[in-house]
Structures are given as C-alpha cells and as structure tokens.
C-alpha cells in the first residue's frame, strides 16, 4: 500500500525558508517519478516540482532558484527546500507520486499523494 506523509509547513514571514518532507512507503522510491504540487483555494493543483527517478529535475518558472527538491533515497523521503519565499507561495503542498513510467506535469496524471501541508507566507 503507498503511502506518502508530508511535513514540514507552516507560518513564515516573506523572504523565510520551509523545508518541507514526504516520507514514502509501499513502492519502489528510488526508482520513481516524484512530485510536489500546490494548491489554494478555487486554483487546481498546480506542479511546483517534479524529479525522475534517476535524477533529472523539473520546475515551476514561478520557483526556479528559490526551491531545491531532493530525495534521500535510503530513507525514504522527499524534500522541498523552499526559500525566499513570498506571499505567492501560500498554498497546501502536496507530495505526489507516479507508479508507471513517465514523470508528469498534471496532478490528475499521478498515481498517489499525501494528505498535504498547508504553507502560510505572510
């Protein structure tokens, strides 16, 4: 059974830094697509990042240079290294990830996700 736990939100002033964390089971991390999304109110979930299984790295214009995603692969978990963040950036974060091949853009395109963690820049 997948199961992904994200952590890590919460408040933070404009111009802070959020560390945000997935912790995985159930499926073979390593080797999976994995992403982060966003959504706020009324908006559909948008990809903040995404990163293959073997490494390469995709992300949102709107955050490129700001936020890092990365994978500790003998762990479990993902990360979401977010800094300089602004106000635009408020939303719940969700981890999401991809069991077939490929590595998406669409949320509805992934095959599990977590429950989210709500990020709060004020």
């Known amino acids: 059974q997948v199961q992904l736990v994200e952590s890590g939100g919460g408040s933070v002033q404009a111009g802070g830094s959020l560390r945000l964390s997935c912790q995985a089971s159930?499926?073979?991390?390593?080797?999976?697509?994995m992403g982060w999304f966003r959504q706020t109110p009324g908006k559909e979930r948008e990809l903040v990042a995404s990163?293959?299984?073997?490494?390469?790295?995709l992300y949102a214009n709107a955050v490129k240079g700001r936020f890092t995603m990365t994978r500790e692969k003998d762990k479990n978990v993902l990360y979401l290294q977010m800094n300089s963040l602004k106000l635009g950036d408020t939303g719940m974060y969700y981890c999401a990830v991809r069991l077939n091949s490929g590595c998406p853009i669409r949320w509805s395109d992934f095959s599990a996700w977590g429950r989210g963690t709500q990020v709060t820049v004020s």
């Open positions: 159930g499926y073979t991390f390593r080797s999976s697509c």
């Open positions: 990163m293959e299984g073997y490494g390469r790295e």
